[in-house]
């Protein structure tokens, strides 16, 4: 059951006149009264030919002219509108249950509480099975005005409580971090000018789309201007940035002056403050060694990001802007994929976009390198080859696992429900990115004596798992992947070991093709030489020693040449 409050200024009369009307498409059936304030009197316009609506709408603004009447400052918004609409799978109420509902909404409103004869004014309009309307005028009998403040939150929590009580379909608690529902006035004018999605609703998809485009929220609005969005930004004395507020092309109001939209009203994590702490994150000096053995693409960057994910997901604080940054770069790889792609991707975007706040602050400093690794696809991604991009699609899908999980464990049920969507489609995209290269692999998969090896490096590497792997479709291509790993040096137990712990597989569908996502990752540069590695050391820490301080050791293991293919004492291909 949805109740959606709706100030709609002083015009009592006018808003009778649509409750009591046809409708815009002629949807109003059979208009009547089903509850109402304790000393209402008045007859129903909807079942007495000699009642009027003007008469009711006195009837009901008479509080309010007494107050008026009283006071040198008039009030103006005084007219409190509630359409209270049920689910269309649930039951048909009758006109007593709604008079029911109405008054237990009007209650924990505080419009109206039960016992208080001084309340305000009120009525309850039914016109159509599904769905009541709440009329009130804010000025109670003693001619104070009712306490508001939070209202909605206090009729969601009431709603959710009907639900329970009258067998009706149950929503999620609201945690007042979800968007603003589009109005009726919007989605008319939306339908009127052949829009697919109202200004806000566009506006929002815009600007989460330009966010891996900025390092600066200067830059994110010289962007949104490029991209053809009208752009107001406010501006102290200094010069300083102090908020925006956005447009959308051809939305204007009747005088055909550009309509403007706060950030804030966009969406709640779109505010000024919010994407500077985003953006504008610092990110700590990278050392001359780490850019050195940075991964080759941005593609494996960004995969590279992600392995500790997990971890990550330790504090809270950090947890959220983990998953605030992974949906920036969700958003990026959806902007810079094939176009066999794309569409699935950006799906994937949209919907991830929900997990991406919660009541729990983000500490954006936390998430700086998968940030970082979203402007790098965005600025520096050339078209990826296809193993890149399905690992990298395998483990921002495993990341999206991981964090619906973290929302589901705090309670977060919309967005674990986000999650859930944007996984949906995720999975998709992976299935589609793998395919051509499973289909090479499979076509070069080794010999069966090297299978049998390598099947035997499986049990021994993961034996609660190896059935389920080794009866998997995409076995095939796992053994040709683990035969080319191990042609370069790398050993396939330990592999294994060390993709098994970065994606558990209880619950893969396909725990052979989960596994050979990651180890494309894991296993396409050959294993570190020990001899280059201790030169390296000498070399960036001076005369032997750590940054530590702490000796650096030529021990044997440092000095022995790399392994080279067949020296493990295994089958030659």
Known sequence: MIAAIKPSGANTRGLLAYLYGPGRHDEHTDPHIVAGFAMLAMPDPGRHENATLTQLARYLDEPVRLRNSEFGKKITDHVWHCPVRAAPEDR???????????????????????GDDLACRWIAVRHADDHVHILATTVREDGRRPRLHDSGIRVGDACRQIEKDYGLRRLKKGDRTGT??????????????????????????????????????????????????????????????LGYAAGR????????????????????????????????????????????????????????????????????????????????????????????????????SKA??????????????????????????????????????????SALLWAGIIAGRWHEAKGHAHQADAARKALHHLQAAADQA???????????????????????????????HAA?????????????????????GHQPQQLLKEAAAQRELATARQPARVLTTRLQHTSRNPTPNPRAEAARRRTTTGNGMSVSGQQVRNTPSATAPAPSAGQHGRPRR
Do not use: C
């Open 92 to 114: 048909h109420l009758s006109d007593a249950e709604w008079g029911e509902i109405a008054q237990r909404i009007v209650a924990a409103a505080g419009i109206a509480l039960e």
């Open 352 to 393: 991830f976009a929900r997990t991406q706040r919660s009541q729990i602050r983000a500490e954006d400093r936390a998430a700086h390198a998968i940030r970082s690794a979203a402007r790098d696809i965005i600025h520096t991604a050339t078209g990826p080859d296809g193993s890149a991009l399905a690992a990298l699609i």
């Open 468 to 488: 389920r792997i080794l009866t998997d479709p995409s076995w095939p291509a796992l053994s040709a992947l683990l035969a080319d790993a191990e042609a370069r």
């Open 180 to 241: 603003r529902a589009p109005t009726q006035a919007e989605m008319h004018k939306a339908e009127r000018l052949g829009w697919e999605q109202t200004s806000r609703e566009w506006l929002q998809d815009r600007i989460r789309a330009a966010i891996p485009h900025a390092r600066t929220a200067e830059e994110l609005l010289a962007y949104l201007e490029a991209d053809g969005i009208a752009v107001k930004a406010r501006r102290g004395p200094s010069g300083d940035l």
């Open 434 to 464: 793998l395919t051509p290269t499973l289909v090479v692999l499979e076509q070069r998969q080794p010999r069966e004596e090297t299978r049998r090896t390598l099947a035997h490096d499986v049990r021994t590497a993961i034996p609660e």
């Open 249 to 348: 092309s051809g939305d204007i109001n009747k005088d055909g002056e550009q309509i403007f939209h706060p950030g804030g009203k966009i969406a709640p994590d779109l505010t000024l403050p919010k994407l500077q702490a985003r953006l504008e994150a610092g990110q700590p000096e990278e050392h001359p060694t780490a850019r050195r053995n940075r991964p080759a693409t941005p593609w494996h960057q960004a995969t590279e990001s992600l392995d500790t994910f997990r971890t990550d997901l330790a504090d809270d604080t950090h947890a959220q802007a983990h998953i605030t940054a992974l949906g920036e770069l969700l958003e990026a790889t959806a902007q810079k994929a094939p176009t066999h792609l794309r569409a699935e991707l950006q799906f994937a």
